[in-house]
């Protein structure tokens, strides 16, 4: 009633208070209702497709049992299928080579280097060619190259590619044990019938393995048990003797053609001291040479290292190192690199180490032999320096030499095209086959069925969440 606060005596006291609160919630329920009920309705949306089976869900009904399980082994048919043929972009990964891609890289990458690997050190070679020939002619002098010194040294060359064709198939018998994990993944709601499926599939996938192996090890007994000198591709022996320089120039670089571009990608460089160490370049590998710049533009060269009488050798990591490692030498002991001995490099990833290895491989630069330099020393440089005495033994040496270059070119390129088909006809085929068509069958005559298709408690309880979410959705709505 004072005459100051009487212009606004109606806006003063509990009860004007109390209808502009009203007032402001009433506006505030106004204006969110609209876009609440939205979101609860497409929430709810949502919810309706993965409730719809829920709904009547009776978790020991056997018939909802017997479909969930057809349905699993259905999605887990076709994820494999698109694991190994590369078909589909759904759940394609993007970070790493997997499935498909990485037994190709099995097949052309690293089978190739393995074997490559395998071949004796060309000193060795010609000491044994050496040895062959004089114990061949025993106490008699020989005239003529004996053609049993060749077939006794390809014998010996044959009987290496069984080694990096074991490691092939268990190298991909390790990628299908990784794409069976893999796809089995989807059927965690089931852990029993996970569990059973992968062990099937796995130990189909070792039947076949033995089955692989012993028929690679065929494949290298045909080969030992005849020597074909009619062969197309064999220079034979006529040819062998004049052809000598020739064939000491041929093969020695894999592919070479031109100066062509190989590869192209980052790696490190480990010993060019504390500021740069472990810094990315990137290389660009060709024919000739390894150049490496400071990124992918290709403006900045830091250096150009010609491949010349290169070799290359694995290096083990250290704690001042990351990645992968592998070296470029020179067996002489010359510098590669600037005042460096070695060129020290590393890669991310295994597999991006194999596919440089494969590509320093096809530019010529091989890698260490297995056989130690120490073993040979000053006796084998002795028996050279006998054997240089004997020119005619010299030339012997070098026609068997040339002979057997000649061979094994065509039988490892038989052994690269035949052992890849063969773990595709008998373990890889074999595996989609039995996972399509046999798969079902085995998990039924387990007799154990009911109990595999037994929820796991975690599936249990996302359903109960689930169907708790969806009712209170709905009855929000209803208000």
């Not at 490559?116 to 062959?132: G, P, Q, T």
């Not at 060129?343 to 010529?364: I, P």
């Not at 040979?376 to 004997?390: A, F």
């Not at 070098?398 to 773990?423: A, F, G």
Request: net charge negative.
């Amino acid at each position: 009633s004072h005459p100051s606060y009487r212009h606004m005596a109606d806006r003063c006291g509990t009860v004007f208070l109390q209808k502009q609160l009203n007032q402001q919630l009433t506006n505030h329920i106004r204006e969110t209702l609209p876009s609440l009920r939205d979101k609860l309705q497409r929430q709810m949306l949502g919810l309706e497709k993965e409730v719809a089976q829920y709904k009547h869900f009776q978790p020991n009904d056997p018939s909802i049992k017997t479909k969930a399980m057809l349905q699993m082994i259905q999605h887990l048919q076709q994820d494999f299928e698109r694991a190994i043929e590369g078909s589909g972009a759904d759940g394609v990964n993007t970070m790493e080579l997997s499935g498909g891609a990485k037994i190709n890289r099995l097949f052309h990458e690293r089978f190739p280097y393995e074997i490559v690997k395998m071949e004796i050190d060309e000193k060795v070679l010609r000491k044994e060619i050496a040895f062959a020939i004089r114990n061949i002619h025993g106490i008699r002098v020989g005239l003529f190259t004996p053609d049993m010194a060749f077939e006794a040294i390809v014998k010996t060359q044959i009987g290496r590619l069984r080694e990096p064709s074991l490691k092939c198939i268990d190298l991909v018998v390790q990628e299908l044990t990784n794409v069976v994990r893999a796809v089995t993944e989807k059927m965690q709601r089931y852990p029993r019938l996970r569990e059973e499926a992968e062990r099937i599939i796995t130990t189909y996938i070792r039947e076949k393995e033995q089955a692989c192996k012993e028929q690679v090890m065929l494949l290298v007994d045909f080969q030992l048990a005849y020597m074909n000198t009619n062969h197309e591709d064999f220079i034979g022996f006529a040819n062998a003797s004049s052809d000598s320089q020739n064939a000491e120039n041929t093969g020695k670089k894999l592919g070479k053609v031109t100066n062509q571009v190989i590869r192209k990608g980052y790696m490190a460089i480990n010993n060019l001291g504390i500021t740069a160490r472990n810094k990315n370049y990137w290389f660009v590998l060709s024919s000739e040479s390894l150049s490496w710049y400071k990124d992918g533009e290709e403006k900045e060269k830091k250096f150009m290292l010609p491949l010349e009488q290169l070799k290359l050798r694995d290096l083990e990591s250290s704690f001042m190192s990351r990645g992968h490692m592998f070296a470029i030498y020179n067996p002489e002991g010359r510098n590669v690199f600037k005042d460096f001995k070695t060129l020290d490099l590393s890669c991310e990833t295994q597999d991006d180490m194999d596919s440089w290895k494969a590509s320093f491989l096809r530019a010529g630069v091989y890698p260490e032999k297995q056989t130690s330099e120490g073993t040979v020393g000053e006796g084998e440089e002795e028996g050279e320096r006998r054997e240089s005495v004997d020119p005619q033994l010299e030339r012997q040496v070098e026609t068997i030499r040339n002979l057997v270059d000649s061979y094994m070119k065509i039988v490892t390129t038989s052994c690269k095209d035949q052992v890849p088909k063969i773990i595709m006809f008998l373990m890889v085929n074999d595996a989609k086959a039995f996972i399509n068509g046999e798969l079902l069958a085995a998990l039924y005559s387990t007799g154990d069925t009911q109990n595999m298709m037994e929820e796991s408690a975690d599936e249990a309880l996302k359903r109960e969440e689930m169907l708790r979410m969806y009712h209170a959705c709905k009855e929000a709505l209803n208000i």
